[in-house]
């Protein structure tokens, strides 16, 4: 029987504290994340504010700012003079009474201070109301004649939805069908296609009498009717059909019209012979066909989707200067963020416990500060380290490129190798040879004949190369591009170059060869 005895076990472990797993969480975000996350931290603190007014660095003086950046370390003080950090004017007297409504304090002044404050109001109002006018008579007012604001004539983006409801208010057609043709047209996906079956839309559209498959099969087809053509297809060869009519010859319609409803997986592999053969056609007259139904649209929804495209903005810019590479942060990426010293040293002045939330929000306010400065640090030293051992890569490109380990540039930064793998993640870096994510610097040492270490990225390059120097002709499959790699004294798996190639985004040497 075991004994029910209390034992004291004395155990050390390592936990991270809430500040500094919020720290770890915000040097893995990406820019936009980064700077998403410190909107909301500014909204929500009163003690950070934006800079307003503040000059940009530019050339030189832009560079030794970022080379003092990464000076910085975590202890350096709140007070510490920064990039973050530029001074501005601030209305004191306003400044005491937001903060002493928000903590239920009051604030007196002498007679002469009340009337000041009286006139300053009244100029603040009349500055108000001459900013609204002239606000509310460049947005649409003034006189006859002017034009108006430039928001005004900006074209929306019209929904697919919307575009296909104005056009079913134009259709002479009865309630009933309208109401049908309106649920399909609810019904569609981004793309503008039917996924959901007919059968399960009869429930949908609760009329009296229940609707029919047939009745929804009619509704159906006066959708597909509507711009743009193919819309409310179930199939792309469906959807491809629908366009035909936009093809003049009626020879070429009729020939597309059976390559699309017989022969698309064909069509979609480019095997123009086995067409030609399949419907006894002349290949030059195939591959006509098929390149006007390639002109087709399968997707005709996205010209209406609203999604716009996010670009890649850099971090860090890499430039030669005086023949020496540097690296400098992208002032668009840097938080133009400060302490608001004037709440700040008003709560120092008139510090009350009943304020805890205040004391909470300055104190947050400063660790925000300071993993800013430590996140923009980092990620400098990190990139100047990554330069320092790829200059050939940036002087003569991609098949200079040396191995290169986590452990390295942890070793060189003087952080863990997790600190390091968290600064490359959706961290961009951009260079007289285009934009590259910091892990595009980092790859395994790959053995040549000679004993010399390559890297994954220069081998890529040199396979970039062999493929687009062969003889269209007579494409190069992966094991004969093996077979040059290894006289090259590069000894790489064929499966090896196969993942390359598919990184490069090159196909495989039958649809080259079809293409040629």
Not at 312 to 332: F, Y
Request: proline share 4%; hydrophobic share 40%; aromatic share 4%.
């Amino acid at each position: 029987m075991g004994s029910m005895n209390l034992v004291v076990d004395q155990r050390q472990n390592q936990a991270l504290s809430p500040r500094l797993q919020h720290a770890v969480r915000l040097l893995q975000m990406s820019s936009a994340e980064f700077a998403a996350t410190l909107h909301h931290s500014m909204a929500n603190n009163p003690f950070l504010e934006a800079e307003e007014g503040g000059e940009e660095l530019d050339g030189d003086a832009e560079v030794a700012e970022a080379q003092s950046q990464s000076d910085l370390g975590p202890a350096a003080g709140d007070e510490a003079d920064d990039a973050f950090d530029v001074a501005f004017e601030v209305d004191s007297r306003l400044a005491v009474d937001r903060l002493m409504e928000g903590a239920g304090d009051s604030v007196e002044g002498t007679d002469n201070e009340a009337e000041a404050d009286a006139d300053r109001a009244a100029d603040d109002a009349s500055d108000r109301d001459l900013w609204v006018g002239e606000g509310s008579s460049g947005a649409g007012g003034g006189d006859e004649g002017e034009a108006g604001s430039v928001l005004d004539r900006t074209a929306t983006d019209v929904p697919l939805n919307a575009h296909l409801h104005a056009q079913l208010n134009l259709l002479p057609i009865d309630g009933r069908e309208t109401l049908l043709a309106r649920a399909i047209v609810e019904s569609l996906d981004d793309d503008g296609y039917l996924r959901t079956p007919l059968a399960e839309l009869v429930p949908v559209v609760e009329l009296t009498p229940l609707t029919t498959e047939a009745e929804l099969q009619a509704a159906l087809l006066c959708v597909q009717s509507l711009e743009p053509a193919g819309v409310a297809a179930r199939t792309v060869a469906e959807c491809l059909t629908l366009q035909l009519p936009a093809i003049v010859c009626d020879e070429m319609r009729a020939l597309a019209a059976r390559i699309v409803g017989e022969f698309l997986p064909a069509l979609a592999a480019r095997d123009s012979l086995g067409l030609a053969r399949k419907l006894g056609r002349s290949v030059a007259e195939v591959e006509a066909v098929c390149d006007r139904i390639r002109r087709l649209d399968p997707r005709p929804g996205w010209r209406f989707s609203a999604s716009r495209v996010a670009y890649v903005v850099p971090d860090v810019m890499v430039r030669k200067l005086r023949g020496e590479w540097t690296v400098q942060l992208n002032p668009a990426v840097v938080p133009r963020v400060k302490l608001n010293q004037v709440y700040a040293s008003l709560y120092t002045r008139h510090r009350n416990p009943q304020c805890v939330e205040l004391g909470a929000h300055l104190q947050e306010a400063r660790w925000t500060l300071r993993n800013v400065r430590q996140r923009f640090s980092t990620i400098l030293q990190v990139a100047e380290a990554i330069v320092q051992r790829q200059r050939n890569f940036l002087d003569y490109g991609s098949m200079a490129m040396k191995p290169l380990g986590l452990k390295e540039i942890a070793d060189a930064v003087g952080v863990h190798e997790s600190t390091v793998s968290r600064v490359t993640n959706n961290k961009y870096m951009s260079t007289p040879s285009g934009v590259f994510e910091l892990k595009y610097f980092f790859s395994r040492a790959m053995v040549s004949a000679n004993g010399s270490a390559c890297s994954g990225t220069a081998i890529r390059g040199l396979i970039q190369d062999i493929i687009e120097a062969e003889d269209n002709s007579s494409p190069l499959s992966d094991a004969e591009i093996t077979r040059q790699l290894v006289m090259q004294g590069l000894k790489v798996a064929r499966r090896t170059v196969t993942k390359y190639r598919q990184m490069l985004k090159f196909e495989a040497v039958d649809r080259r060869r079809r293409h040629a």
